[in-house]
Nanobody, 123 residues
Framework: QVQLVESGGGLVQTGDSLRLSCAASGRTFSIGAMGWFRQAPGKEREFVATVSWSGDVTYYKDSVKGRFTCSRDNAKNTVYLQMNSLKPEDTAAYYC????????????????WGQGTQVTVSS
């Protein structure tokens, strides 16, 4: 099993930045790509970003490209989501997820999930 714990969420204003962290523990050797998803109230969970095991390959939701950066430090078993120029529409609970395979935008391909961290962007 793999355990994931997110941190770094909070209440910010439009244009501010936040960095989310996700620490993995347990059978971390089984982890491949890692991803971030988010879910706003009344909406379905959606893909935000993913990073390959090596950290060299990333994919992003179109609306966050150029503003969010996903990275990982395998020595620390931690993945990050740097969020800049935040907008009210970024308000959601953000979830970290770990896949046993390569980069994917499908939530079904992620075997392990964190408990989520709330990001609220005020206008």
């Amino acid at each position: 099993q793999v355990q994931l714990v997110e941190s770094g969420g909070g209440l910010v204003q439009t244009g501010d930045s936040l960095r989310l962290s996700c620490a993995a523990s347990g059978r971390t050797f089984s982890i491949g790509a890692m991803g971030w998803f988010r879910q706003a109230p009344g909406k379905e969970r959606e893909f935000v970003a993913t990073v390959s095991w090596s950290g060299d390959v990333t994919y992003y939701k179109d609306s966050v490209k150029g503003r969010f950066t996903c990275s990982r430090d395998n020595a620390k078993n931690t993945v990050y989501l740097q969020m800049n120029s935040l907008k009210p529409e970024d308000t959601a609970a953000y979830y970290c997820a770990a896949s046993r395979y390569g980069n994917t935008v499908r939530s079904d391909d992620y075997a392990y999930w964190g408990q989520g961290t709330q990001v609220t962007v005020s206008s």
